[in-house]
């Protein structure tokens, strides 16, 4: 695209102290959220007619840290398709160059407020466990994907009034270190799990964990093992849960068992007196029923030793949650990740900057003219996913193009977009596909 023209596409304006410089289909921006990667907007979207939110990463290649995150963000909501989890609708930078690129605006479907606000409310049995349920489906998701979160807290998952929630972020990469001995600086660590505290192996259900926490807190008000670092973290989680057994001790290596092992000893307390009736709606015998199952599902997620903690699948089955179980939501079929290498990535800042632009541009490419395009020369026989900007697109507009495509299924179709899968003819070849954009 010319310079001018796009140029001319974008405009200006100050919200708090970030100037956000936005596509102009992109109007009445307001300041929702920050977290440490920027300032996040709502917005209303001229072209979906429909709000949005806009997410600002400033100069994320300015060192590893950010870095890493955005270029994994960037990725894997790109790849990531459930309803528990955020949906990225756009992607787009106002600079014009890799020389002068700076700034990454992430467009998401607008959520009404995060989990620390509903932590306030008071709720029903019946929202509690929709909301948990749901927490579970989107990390059964990630996991199914072979994304471990770790790093699950109420700031990164969203609500809509309806009760509907989605998880904002994708945690910790497998590489990132962590672990007691480590400089503390200001993140939140409430809901990390032991093994992440005591820098231990981790498998999937370290994200069972921080759902623990956050049901603890949403039944309590407060937060469950508040610390100032990891030290103090651990010493609220023994004086609450118990100091671990000896088999759960051996596991841990010789300088952090040292430590813990010198701790004082505490019994902890039974989960009866952690999380008291009071703390529960229980007016009614289904209430009081409700009441004892969410604390039962209370005491197997909060489980120091992981390895009898319960598991993603277990919890999807408990009394308290499994009454909302629907396959379709459960049982999505995982997403694809397209980056192998992702977690395992070092690069200097230049080499972080291309890769960030390039998928940028990667992204403005797929979706010109609301098309994923690119494919590779010899795409006979391999199945085509389009992905169309109209709502209600179906296969009878395809009918002109049935002697290279055979209609394969509607994978998704939503308020904003469909995506539909084609299989192409063996005679087919790219030249003849790049055509399509034009019906779209
Ligand atoms: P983040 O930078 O992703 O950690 O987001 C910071 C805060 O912005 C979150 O805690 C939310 O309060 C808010 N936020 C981010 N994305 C959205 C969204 N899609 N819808 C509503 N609020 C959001």
Redesign the pocket.
């Known amino acids: 695209m010319n310079r001018n023209k796009r140029e001319k596409e974008y405009y200006s304006i100050d919200v708090g102290d970030s100037t956000f410089m936005v596509l102009k289909r992109y109007q009445n921006l307001r300041p ?9 907007c ?1 917005a209303y979207d001229h072209n979906l007619e429909r709000n ?2 806009i ?1 600002k990463l400033s100069r994320p290649f300015q060192n590893q840290t950010h870095a890493k995150r955005a270029y994994r963000e960037l990725v894997l909501m790109k790849c990531v398709n459930h309803k528990n989890i ?1 949906g990225l609708l756009n992607v787009f930078t106002p600079q014009k160059t890799l020389e002068e690129f700076q700034d990454v605006y992430l467009v ?7 989990l ?2 509903v932590i306030q409310m008071e709720l029903d049995h019946e929202r509690l466990s929709y909301l948990l349920y749901q927490m579970l489906c989107g990390i059964k998701h990630l996991h199914a994907a072979g994304i471990i979160h770790r790093d699950l807290k109420p ?2 998952i ?1 609500v809509k009034s309806d009760c509907t929630l ?1 998880i ?2 994708f945690g910790l990469a497998r590489t990132a270190a962590t672990g007691l001995l480590m400089t503390p600086y200001v993140v939140t660590r409430y809901y990390r799990a032991p093994e992440v505290i005591l820098g231990m192996g981790y498998q999937a259900n370290v994200d069972i964990w921080a759902v623990g926490c956050i049901m603890a807190e949403m039944v309590r008000h407060k937060i469950l093992f508040p610390g100032r670092d990891y030290i103090d973290q651990w010493n609220k989680v023994i004086e609450q849960l118990g100091t671990p057994s000896q088999e759960f001790l051996m596991k841990l290596n010789q300088s952090v068992r040292t430590y813990v092992e010198n701790r004082p000893r505490y019994a902890g307390y039974s989960f009866e007196k952690l999380f008291p009736d009071v703390l529960f709606p229980a007016d009614s015998e289904h209430n009081k029923l409700k009441a004892s199952q969410a604390r039962d599902l209370l005491s197997k997620m909060l489980v120091i030793d992981a390895s009898k903690r319960i598991s993603v699948d277990e919890a999807l089955q408990h009394p308290y949650i499994n009454v909302w179980y629907d396959p379709t939501e459960v049982e999505a079929p995982p997403p694809v990740i397209t980056d192998k290498q992702l977690d395992e990535r070092e690069h200097t800042v230049e080499e972080w900057k291309e890769l960030i632009y390039k998928e940028v541009l990667d992204w403005e490419e797929r979706t010109k003219n609301g098309v994923i395009r690119g494919q590779p020369a010899s795409i006979a026989g391999h199945s085509l996913l389009l992905l169309s900007e109209q709502p209600q697109f179906n296969s009878t507009q395809f009918q002109k193009y049935s002697n290279q495509l055979v209609w394969h299924q509607q994978s998704c179709q939503s308020h904003f977009f469909s995506v539909l899968m084609f299989n192409v003819k063996p005679q087919t070849s790219a030249i003849h596909l790049s055509s399509l954009s034009f019906v779209l």
Do not use: F, P, R, T
């Open positions: 929702i959220g920050s977290g440490a990667q920027g300032i996040v709502s949005v939110a997410k955020i998401m479907e607008l959520m009404d407020a995060n620390c606000q700031s990164n969203v989605k904002l972020d």
